[in-house]
């Protein structure tokens, strides 16, 4: 076994690996940039050595100074995780030639199928199914077009060395080719240091369904079943889920045969995923093979009882399977969600910053987490923008399903936006439940975009219920708790929806009287306490709860909103009072978020379109196009490309 291995990554994936080094009694070495002195998978690693400055292609995409590492710290094998130089057959073939192990695939195999359009060239002469495309580098914008064209709209535009959703871009016309190819190519030479870029067709409503495989060095290969990876944003996971709801014993089957046959034929070692387009017929199609760990390798974990990680350490070092594909079983449901650094209410857009607050749900059986972060650290604007990846098991789906929609709502974060909201709001929505999913799911869920207000009166009432609970609570608090609030009259509004309470109890079982119904509410929470964990009449839930100057912010299942509560006299009282109007300055554009200026794409005196294209904004490893929101005249802009700007500096401003 080896002696010392450095991990050639940061953040989740690398305590990951660090957690199994650590049951193996395996040393290991971290590799941090300039931004990540603090990060938790430096504090975690036996050793760690710096790797130079905060940008990607400085630091983690630097093969020299990964190389230079191993050598300062006598590293004899190098786990490179997924993304940055996973499934860089040059990297693998520097280390090959230094004597160092490289914890993955041998470098023909990377070579191959780490290059997508070689990979389908390679997967049709294996006779695996393909998608129909162009096989070959794109080159320019015009070859784009005439290409879509041939190939028939809607083209997926992607780049050859992709994965992760970065250098990818749907077309459904002309019109969005050329946003699509440019901003493809940046993405692509910004996150793999490779800019080639190819064209398939799109598959309308497909299943993205991935098949994981384990390979040893003397031809024994196996696959693991399935993985359900069709919720998406921005061609993205952020639900993904084994088995899939869809696949049956035959699919699986069939699909299972596919990943092994193309896996034998390239002489695949370690772990790695065959990645399928699965059509509403069950008619599937190869996409591409990722040589590496999966983001969503913990699902598979948990169903089948194997550490991915561990297996591909004991791979690389000779040893061989000890499971044939009969001895692998499947036992129960295990669904994760990519909790980001991101704001689903304003298209994704990523937020970085100080995580003020940063609490996992605990005491939760059949609940993990698995993290890179730490309460009090940063999110930078240099990397992915991922949170963690919490997933839930259980004997069945729906069971699963409710344990994660517990889990969430116990998800304590604050100082930057998350996508908890949306996280809660999928997986209890019917088609999520029912399993009518693909790709396009969020669309189709959300066409006007995700919105966390609270709507319907039901939902309002039991958020109100819980505010009033909580106002009672800090009264007896203020009063000492040693008095009983005698009965009253009190007032709860979200939004428009009104609710008039009479309050007949006030310690820990309260009594709330509401349109000739009585409530009972039991909780043992205390002010000053986020979660929540209320039983409103016979039903149990769990909400987020902070008090300030204009009520209680509530949340959980995908909803948030703020309660007001009021007695009697002061809900008529309200009816008076000069509500504020907030008119937005449409003269000026601000930046959304931190971020690296790629393009400015107006000029001074130009007119202006609702809806043109104004400038294109890097964050987080993807491109952020900003459009006009108004028709107008540049007046002028305050920015230039390359240049890095902060959250809400002035970029643009109108006549």
């Not at 914008?141 to 028939?152: C, P, Q, R, S």
């Not at 016309?173 to 940046?186: C, L, R």
């Not at 509403?280 to 591409?288: D, I, P, Q, T, V």
């Not at 709860?545 to 949340?555: E, L, N």
Request: proline share 3%; aromatic share 6%.
């Amino acid at each position: 076994m080896f002696k010392k291995i450095l991990i050639a990554n940061r953040g989740e994936i690398a305590c990951r690996i660090i957690s199994t080094c650590k049951k193996l009694s395996i040393p290991t070495v971290a590799v941090y940039s300039d931004a990540d002195k603090r990060s938790l998978h430096v504090s975690l690693a036996d050793e760690s050595v710096n790797i130079g400055p905060a940008p990607s292609i400085d630091s983690y995409l630097s093969i020299d100074k990964i190389i230079d590492a191993c050598k300062q710290v006598g590293a004899d094998a190098v786990h490179p995780g997924y993304g940055f130089l996973s499934e860089n057959h040059i990297f693998m073939n520097r280390l090959e030639k230094e004597d160092i192990t490289f914890i993955g695939p041998s470098e023909e195999p990377i070579r191959v199928m780490g290059d997508k359009i070689e990979s389908k060239i390679f997967a049709i002469d294996a006779g695996v199914n393909t998608v129909p495309g162009h096989q070959g580098v794109v080159k320019s914008v015009e070859d784009a077009l005439l290409i879509a064209k041939k190939v028939g709209f809607p083209v997926m535009i992607k780049a050859s060395a992709g994965g992760g959703g970065k250098g990818m871009r749907i077309a459904n016309d002309e019109n969005d080719v050329p946003d699509a190819f440019t901003s493809s190519i940046n993405e692509a030479k910004s996150s793999f240091g490779d800019d080639r870029i190819f064209i398939e067709k799109f598959i309308t409503k497909p299943r993205h369904i991935e098949i994981q495989i384990l390979a040893d060095s003397h031809g024994n290969v196996v696959h693991l079943g399935e993985r359900e990876c069709s919720i998406q944003r921005r061609n993205q996971k952020i639900i993904e889920e084994s088995p899939s709801p869809f696949v049956d014993d035959r699919l699986r089957g069939k699909m299972g045969e596919q990943a092994v046959l193309l896996a034998k034929k390239v002489g695949y070692t370690s772990a790695g995923t065959v990645e399928f387009i699965v059509d509403e017929k069950r008619n599937f199609y190869f996409l591409e093979m990722n040589t590496r760990l999966q983001v969503e390798h913990p699902v598979t974990e948990l169903v089948t009882g194997f550490d991915l990680v561990e297996e591909m350490i004991k791979i690389a070092a000779g040893e061989k399977l000890n499971v044939t594909q009969d001895d692998i079983k499947f036992k129960g449901w295990a669904i994760e969600s990519r909790i980001y650094a991101e704001d689903p209410e304003r298209n994704f857009m990523p937020s970085t910053g100080r995580l003020i607050r940063y609490k996992p749900p605990k005491g939760m059986s059949n609940i993990r987490n698995d993290t890179g972060v730490y309460e009090g650290g940063e999110i930078s604007m240099f990397y992915d923008p991922m949170i963690s990846k919490l997933c839930s098991y259980a004997d069945t789906r729906l069971e699963a399903c409710r344990l994660m929609q517990n889990a969430l709502n116990n998800f304590e974060i604050s100082g930057i936006k998350n996508n908890l909201n949306l996280l809660a709001s999928i997986v209890k929505s019917k088609k999520f439940l029912d399993g009518d999913i693909n790709t396009g799911f969020i669309a189709e869920e959300y066409p006007n975009g995700f919105s966390s207000e609270i709507k319907s009166r039901e939902d309002s009432l039991m958020f109100s219920l819980v505010a009033i609970f909580a106002d009672i609570k800090n009264n007896n608090s203020n009063n000492n708790n040693n008095l009983k609030l005698n009965e009253r009259s009190l007032v709860a509004s979200v939004g428009n929806n009104i609710f008039e309470f009479k309050v007949y109890n006030a310690i820990k079982n309260t009594i709330i009287e509401h349109d000739g119904r009585v409530i009972s509410l039991e909780s043992d929470w205390n002010p000053g306490d986020r979660s929540i964990k209320i039983k409103i009449d016979e039903d149990i839930v769990t909400l987020q709860i902070q008090s300030g100057v204009k009520g209680y912010k509530v949340s959980g299942f995908g909803l948030s909103g703020t309660v007001k509560i009021r007695s009697e006299i002061a809900q008529e009282l309200s009816a008076y009072m000069i509500k504020k109007v907030v008119t937005k300055n449409t003269k000026i554009i601000k930046c959304p978020m931190p971020g690296l200026v790629i393009s400015i794409d107006i000029e001074q005196g130009q007119i202006i379109e609702d809806g043109d294209k104004l400038c294109t904004i890097e964050a987080m490893k993807m491109e952020n196009i900003i459009r006009s929101e108004v028709a107008g005249v540049i007046k002028k802009i305050h920015c230039k490309e390359g240049e890095s700007l902060s959250t809400d500096q002035i970029m643009i401003e109108f006549e």
